[in-house]
């Protein structure tokens, strides 16, 4: 039996193997500009937090599991200690997928309405989504940024990110029969040491500049491939719900 671990407190880009810890590595400042640190209450009032991508000016994309109250955004974050010259940006409205399902983890995508329009400049942007047909091909390299936390507390002060390969998605459904190709990305190359670690829940996989994948579950054990929501896979349910939000 696997067991799927969330992702809610969230991993730092480490991984373990053969004794070795592999860091991914700390991102350029502002070098990705269209991340959100999220922070949320989540169903037991805890406090959590996640990654998420900037999509238009008052919209991010993350997770569906990163759900819960009194979300707020923080955009132009570099080091979450500092919050120098960041936007903070309470949601107004936030819409996961109707069928998202935390069993399978399947339809795990969430879109945020702030409660006012980012200010767009150097360090907060858009970044761009697929279009439908859009498929990654596995082999491609793609990559995560994240500001996880580790269970022993252990946390980057700043946005940290590494490079992950895109698998035949074979190679997570042979780890569980919940994984499904068409909505669903395979991501982390099992034998590659340098691709293995991880970014934060919520956040984008991104491959030549297009925000192609949702950070979403990893299987236990934590040895790769993991699991992303397929955006492409997603796109007229993001025009819909776009649309949606953007009446008052
Ligand atoms: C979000 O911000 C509001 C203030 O605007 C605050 O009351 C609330 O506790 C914040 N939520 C979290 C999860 O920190
Ligand atoms: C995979 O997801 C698609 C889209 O939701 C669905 O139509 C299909 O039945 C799913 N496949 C399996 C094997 O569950």
Partial sequence: MFLLLVFLLAVLPVNIEGGKIIWGKESKPHSRPYMAYISFYDSNSLQSNCGGFLVGEDIVMTAAHCFGSHINVTLGAHNIQ??????????????????????????????????????????????????????????????????????????????????????????????????NNSIQLCVGNPNNRKSTSEGDSGGPLV??????????????????????????????????????????
Wanted: hydrophobic share 35%; proline share 8%.
């Fill in 82 to 179: 500092e919050w120098k010259n960041t936007q903070f940006i309470p949601v107004l409205k936030a819409k996961p997928h109707e069928n998202y399902n935390y069993e399978t983890w399947v339809n795990d995508i969430m879109l945020l309405k702030l409660e006012h329009k980012a200010q767009l400049n150097s360090a907060v942007k858009t970044i761009a989504l697929p279009k439908s047909h859009d498929r990654v091909k596995p082999g491609q390299v793609c990559t995560v940024a994240g500001w996880g936390i580790l269970p022993n507390c252990i946390s980057p002060k700043t946005l940290q990110e590494v490079d992950q390969e895109v698998q035949n998605g074979q190679k997570c459904y042979a780890r569980s029969t919940n994984y």
């Fill in 207 to 248: 491959c030549d500049g297009v925000a192609q994948g949702i950070v979403s579950y990893r299987f236990c054990p934590y040895t790769p491939p993991r699991v992303f929501t397929r955006i492409s896979s997603f796109m007229p349910w993001i025009q819909k719900t776009m649309k949606l939000l953007e009446q008052p």
